[in-house]
């Protein structure tokens, strides 16, 4: 066996067809493992990477959907999924779009359908990699913004890293979601305090109060004078994530909270440090500067 | 992100998917004040597609906790995602209510 050969698990709980499938797949030179159905197909996915899971929708216990949402959701794997079905209902396929499945082979399975379902949807993948082995293999990968406090409050920050680590870098999603939940508490500080410079009172008023009162201070040209500034670095050299957030306001404290941080046994679920308290447990490291107006988190990634 | 609200016999279920952070938790406050305002005595959180939350989701949830209990009511955590069950233990939020995962 090749280490490049493309390794394919297929899922059904009808050993006939588990059976001639794998064979089948085994004749265009593809790795096929089988799985008797989705409970042994999660126990494999435990101990095994996979390009590409090819798996029956209507099975007893975990059917298709379950399995498909699982490695979404809780085991969060990026790898194609086709679904197999003799009938498909029109919400079983918008819930199998919503999860992510790659495509759809009718049953009976045609041979020549399955390989060319299977060699499309491997070649697609191997394109969204290009771009991400790339990267992975230069020394270091920046993003910077410079961002008005009204385009800042137009459009998420997160969702713009999201889309970019997502797009650009093969990181693993744990790691991405202690990113943008870093990034979240960040910006949310560098937006409310650093250029809005917004008092608990008016941070604690109702929705549509404080969206009304957001807008008024961005319509104050001392407000959209002042700019946010965002970078990210995927440092390969030295295996890190480096990401910064800037911002023109009166900065705080910080040093008073990181000792107050150290000391910690659990992060603390008292409104104020709460979002810092959580920078403070998922950051490798934090660091502030400029009189805490500069927010550096750096997360260590694993060699790639 | 999105919220789903249903409230039968006394039982309110609240079923988040995607990221719960700052930019959208006034939906979730819009949610939790329904609840409060309804004759729900127990609110189920689905956070099994949830894949995180930030402190200011948090936020809401403790603020909502503190005055539901008040008035006797019960939060149960009965599905999550394995990165908020993390985060809900690392904050030992499942001292205050049970959580489940998955």
């Known amino acids: ?304 | 992100m999105n919220i789903e609200l249903k409230i039968e016999n006394k039982v309110a279920n609240i079923k988040i998917d995607g990221i719960l952070n700052s930019e959208n938790a006034h939906l979730l406050q819009e949610k939790l004040a329904e609840v409060f305002q309804s004759d729900a005595n127990l609110l189920e959180l689905d956070l099994f597609e949830c894949r995180n939350i930030s402190s200011t989701g948090i936020g809401k949830i403790l603020l909502f906790y503190k005055d539901f209990i008040g008035k006797g009511g019960e939060i149960e955590v009965i599905r999550s995602s394995n990165s908020v069950y993390e985060l809900f233990s690392m904050l030992k939020l499942n001292q205050l209510f049970t959580v489940n995962l998955g």
């Open chain 1, 1 to 304: 066996m090749s280490e490049t050969q493309t390794r394919i698990l297929v899922v059904d709980d009808s050993l006939d067809m588990l059976t001639s499938l794998c064979k089948i797949l085994e004749l265009h030179s593809f790795l096929a493992e089988a799985a008797y159905n989705g409970s042994d197909a999660l126990r494999k996915l435990d101990s095994a990477e996979y390009d590409l899971i090819l798996c029956d929708i209507e099975m007893q216990g975990v059917t298709g959907l379950d399995l498909l949402e699982r490695i979404r959701v809780n085991m969060e794997r990026d790898l194609e999924v086709v679904l197999m079905t003799g009938f498909l209902e029109h919400e079983y396929y918008v819930r199998a779009i919503q999860l992510g499945a790659a495509d759809f082979l009718a049953k009976p399975i045609d041979s020549k359908a399955l390989i060319e379902t299977i060699t499309k949807v491997l070649s697609k993948r191997k394109k969204r990699k290009e771009l991400s082995n790339y990267y992975k293999h230069l020394e270091k990968v920046s993003l910077s913004l410079e961002i008005k406090p009204s385009e800042f409050s137009k459009f998420s920050l997160s969702r713009v890293v999201y889309g970019y680590l997502n797009q650009n870098h093969s990181l693993p999603s744990k790691l991405i979601n202690q990113v943008l939940s870093c990034l979240d508490e960040m910006a949310y500080n560098s937006f409310i305090h650093g250029t809005l410079n917004l008092n608990h009172d008016e941070r604690t008023l109702d929705s549509e109060d404080l969206r009304g009162l957001i807008q008024s201070r961005l319509n104050d040209p001392v407000i959209d004078s002042r700019r946010i500034r965002f970078s990210l670095d995927i440092d390969n050299a030295h295996h890190q994530l480096v990401m910064s957030v800037e911002d023109e306001g009166e900065g705080f404290d910080y040093q008073g909270w990181m000792d107050k941080l150290k000391n910690e046994a659990s992060p603390t679920t008292q409104e104020h440090g709460r979002g810092l308290a959580l920078l403070y447990h998922f950051a490798d490291h934090l660091e502030f500067s400029d009189s805490g107006r500069k927010t550096t988190v750096i997360k260590n990634l694993e060699a790639r």
